[in-house]
């Protein structure tokens, strides 16, 4: 009876909903692992432990060590793939660009720290 006396909203929406910790871990544990792996490099870009170049095999190699340490499986995640997923997150602060080095060219990852720390949330 108490309940049924109590005043409500006509109409209910997600907002009036809560977000409870089992929601959360829901919306994490389905989040694309090269989000999640982008979020952390925010995260360390933010506190200066990330550098502004990358070759692309380094990107990867660090890609492949983040899924690892989150326990994530990379199966058919490949260098290609890995560069393609990176490219469809339309970063805009993340630049693939061609670099000679010792006189061989290597795919490098050019990254705006700081435009990438706000495009990214800002977090």
Do not use: W
């Not at 909903?17 to 933010?46: G, N, Q, R, V, W």
């Not at 990176?86 to 720290?113: F, R, W």
């Amino acid at each position: 009876d108490y309940f049924m006396k109590q005043e409500c909203k006509p109409r209910i929406v997600n907002s009036d909903m809560p977000t409870t910790e089992y929601h959360e871990e829901m919306i994490k544990s389905h989040k694309p692992l090269i989000k999640m792996f982008l979020e952390d490099l925010a995260e360390k870009a933010k506190q200066g432990e990330l550098e502004e170049m990358y070759s692309a095999e380094d990107f990867y190699r660090m890609f492949i060590g983040y899924a690892s340490h989150e326990k994530q499986s990379t199966d058919g995640i490949n260098k290609i793939s890995f560069a393609l997923k990176v490219k469809y997150e339309n970063i805009k602060s993340i630049v693939k660009k061609v670099k000679k080095i010792n006189g061989k060219a290597t795919n490098m990852y050019m990254i705006d720290l700081d435009a990438f720390v706000a495009e990214m949330g800002g977090l």
